[in-house]
């Protein structure tokens, strides 16, 4: 079963910017972040599948950016990021990080999703 740590969360001035990390211990076919504000349903934010194919809220798009570190030199392998620029208080809430598998061919399996604990963002 993959494991997912999130980290990087914080609380920023409106329009500052914010790097979350997920430290994954394998990197499964489809990862994606998602958040919850309190009182609301958990919602999509960005994915990313292992060809590099991402998708974004439109809520979020030219806003935030969805990464994948990669290389067999890269230290940080096996972790996904979120950068969040030109931050909104309508983006505070609680991040998740999460994993699916391949629903083949070039989906992502929901079935067993892992998620993470969260990171908290609060936006002012």
């Known amino acids: 079963q993959v494991q997912l740590v999130e980290s990087g969360g914080g609380s920023v001035e409106a329009g500052g910017s914010l790097r979350l990390s997920c430290a994954a211990s394998?990197?499964?076919?489809?990862m994606g972040w998602f958040r919850q504000a309190p009182g609301a349903e958990r919602e999509g934010v960005a994915t990313i599948r292992l060809d590099g194919y991402t998708t974004y809220a439109e809520s979020v798009k030219g806003r935030f950016t969805v990464a994948r570190a990669g290389g067999k030199n890269d230290n940080a392998k096996n972790t996904l990021y979120l950068l969040l620029n030109n931050l909104k208080p309508e983006d505070s809430g609680r991040y998740y990080c999460?994993?699916?598998?391949?629903?083949?061919?070039?989906?992502?399996?929901?079935?067993?999703?892992?998620w993470g604990q969260g990171t908290q963002v609060t936006v002012s």
């Open positions: 999460a994993a699916d598998r391949e629903l083949w061919p070039s989906g992502c399996d929901t079935s067993d999703r892992v």
């Open positions: 394998y990197i499964r076919y489809c």
